[in-house]
DNA sequence: TTAATCTTGATTTATCCGATCGGGATTGTT
DNA sequence: AACAATCCCGATCGGATAAATCAAGATTAA
């Protein structure tokens, strides 16, 4: 289980790629202003979403990212483990081998809901700041 | 989130002194054997379980550890903060902190139960174990 | 042709996990 | 007093890898 920045910073791009979704490509430079992720780092990054097909890309000027399917059919989940799955190995001839089994599965349940669902609560929340503030 | 062999071997080690609660000093390689522990980096581990006042020590001849707490008295949460606490910093000025707070809530929740739950759970698991070989 | 993009591989720097070692301090036993 | 069993603690080390950067190449719209 190592959840690092890369995590972090792939979830945030697919979400900025989300909000683009089937409104054509957008470039690097945009999505990492956006989504506050440094330039050259995303460069790889986003190179293990489009390996794993959750993203496709137009070479050349007017080129960018897209995403390839709707924000409805991606889970976080599947954008975690194209950047680097979490769950740890297990050693099944442990006695506690159970409980880090249910543990993966927790978290993993917990990261089952779909791209456009956080999308939605991350637009929710951030109105709800707006009235707060 | 970073997860590490130490929270593992931690929470191995204190299971094993749990079964000796108020039955006197254990001493470290007799716990490193049963919970398959590096003996030298055991020794490393447990000054942070007793630093965090979890387990207490007797020095000298017929000395060792044992559990300062009963079970009952312990959380899992505890322990890894012990070792290591496994909550990330989050950047509240973020889009993405709610969902990252509410995800370190939800693995926190996870891991609230006590060392005695997880024992007798662990004692069960090897129950059934037996039978069904 | 040129400018805007993505693509790729190499490199760097810092961190730190996991583990080991050596010797020191303490205390029960004989 | 001597000894053996323990815990205590600082130092160190190899290897992995996280995070980031750089430089150059390939592709394509205009």
Redesign the pocket.
């Known amino acids: 289980m ?1 959840l ?3 995590h972090h ?1 792939g979830l945030a791009a697919m979400i900025e790629l989300g909000w683009f979704y089937e409104k054509g ?5 945009f999505i990492a202003e956006q989504a506050r992720i ?4 995303l ?2 990054l ?2 293990d979403l ?1 390996k794993s097909g959750l993203v496709k ?9 897209q995403l390839n399917l709707s924000p409805h059919g991606v889970s976080i989940n599947q954008i975690f483990s194209a950047i ?1 799955p979490l769950g740890f190995e297990i050693d099944e001839d442990h006695p506690l081998s159970f409980f880090w089994t249910d543990f993966n599965q927790h978290v993993y349940d917990f990261l089952s809901l779909s791209l456009q669902t956080l999308m939605e609560d991350s637009k929710q929340r951030a109105k709800v700041l707006t009235y707060t503030i």
């Open positions: 190592n690092t920045k890369k910073y490509p957008i470039h690097l430079r440094p330039h050259a780092f460069e790889q986003i190179l489009k890309s137009t070479r050349g000027a007017k080129g960018g990212y680097d």
